[in-house]
C-alpha cells in the first residue's frame, strides 16, 4: 500500500512538473543606435588601453612602401591593384599547393568586388592588408575540365577588372571572345586546369558558378590577407602596373 501511494506521488510530481514548464510567447526587441550621445565607460577603456596598444603597433608596422595609390577602378579589363593581389596569390599559393599534391596552379581568379579599399601612397603596413581584405577568405584550388574553363572565360568577357593572373584574355568592341589562354596556350579539350580563388566564390559567390563542382578541390588554408601580408614583407616598393593580361582589340 505505502510501495504504491509513493508511486501515484512521484506520478503526480512529474505531470504537474511537466504542466509548470514556462512557455515563451513573445520577445520584445528594440534597436539601440551606436552614437556618441553614449558615455564611454572609463573602467573598459583603461581595461582595453594595452591590448590597443598593442593591436596599433603591429597594425602599423611598415612592410613595404608605395610611391604611388592604387585603386581596383583605376581602369577597364584590369588593374595594377587587381593583377598585384593575382600575382601574389599565384605566387605564394603554388609551393604550397605543389607541395601537397605534386601539381602546380594554372591560373587563378578573385573578383573585382572583393578588393575593399585603395592601397595609399606611402609606407604599406599590416593594417593595409586588413583594409584591402578584411574578409575571412582562403584560396582554394579548384580542377576544372576545359568545358567548365571555357566557362569562366566566358563569364569574364563582361569586361569587369576581375583579379586574374596566369591567362589572358581578349575581347572584341562586342565583348565576344577573341582569344583565351593559360600557360600562353589555348585551351585544350579533355583537358583539366587547376584555378586559384577563394572560398566565397568557389561556392558560386558572384555567379562564378563554374567554380562549385570541380573534379577535385584542395583548400589551402591560407587566407588572402595572409598572402598580402607575406608578399608586402618580400616587396621593397609595390609598384605594379596594368599589362595585357585582359584586353579589348
Do not use: W
Not at 520584445?28 to 590597443?52: C, L, M, N, R, W
Not at 612602401?65 to 596569390?89: C, E, H, I
Request: glycine share 6%; charged share 20%.
Amino acid at each position: 500500500m505505502l510501495r504504491n501511494f509513493i508511486l501515484l506521488f512521484l506520478a503526480l510530481h512529474v505531470f504537474s512538473c511537466k504542466d509548470s514548464q514556462a512557455t515563451l510567447t513573445h520577445i520584445d526587441g528594440k534597436q539601440i543606435p551606436i552614437t556618441d550621445s553614449i558615455k564611454s565607460d572609463p573602467a573598459i577603456i583603461e581595461y582595453v588601453a594595452p591590448f590597443k596598444a598593442r593591436i596599433d603597433a603591429e597594425m602599423s608596422a611598415v612592410l613595404a612602401y608605395a610611391p604611388q595609390s592604387l585603386s581596383k577602378n583605376d581602369g577597364p579589363f584590369n588593374t595594377a591593384l587587381g593583377n598585384m593581389m593575382a600575382d601574389a596569390v599565384l605566387e605564394l599559393s603554388n609551393p604550397v599547393f605543389e607541395k601537397r599534391t605534386g601539381n602546380t596552379i594554372d591560373a587563378v581568379l578573385l573578383n573585382h568586388g572583393g578588393i575593399r579599399s585603395t592601397l595609399n601612397a606611402g609606407d604599406v603596413t599590416m593594417r593595409t592588408a586588413f583594409d584591402l581584405m578584411p574578409f575571412e577568405n582562403s584560396v582554394v584550388v579548384v580542377e576544372l575540365t576545359s568545358d567548365k574553363v571555357n566557362e569562366m572565360f566566358e563569364y569574364l568577357k563582361s569586361g569587369k577588372a576581375h583579379p586574374i593572373a596566369g591567362m589572358k584574355i581578349s575581347i572584341d568592341d562586342d565583348n565576344n571572345l577573341v582569344k583565351t589562354t593559360i600557360n600562353g596556350e589555348p585551351v585544350k579539350d579533355g583537358q583539366t586546369y587547376f584555378i586559384a580563388t577563394n572560398d566565397y566564390l568557389q561556392q558560386g559567390g558572384d555567379g562564378m558558378t563554374f567554380f562549385s563542382d570541380p573534379v577535385s578541390m584542395e583548400v589551402l588554408d591560407y587566407k588572402i590577407r595572409s598572402i598580402l601580408v607575406d608578399y608586402f614583407k618580400t616587396q621593397d616598393t609595390i609598384a605594379p602596373v596594368r599589362d595585357n593580361r585582359f584586353t579589348k582589340e
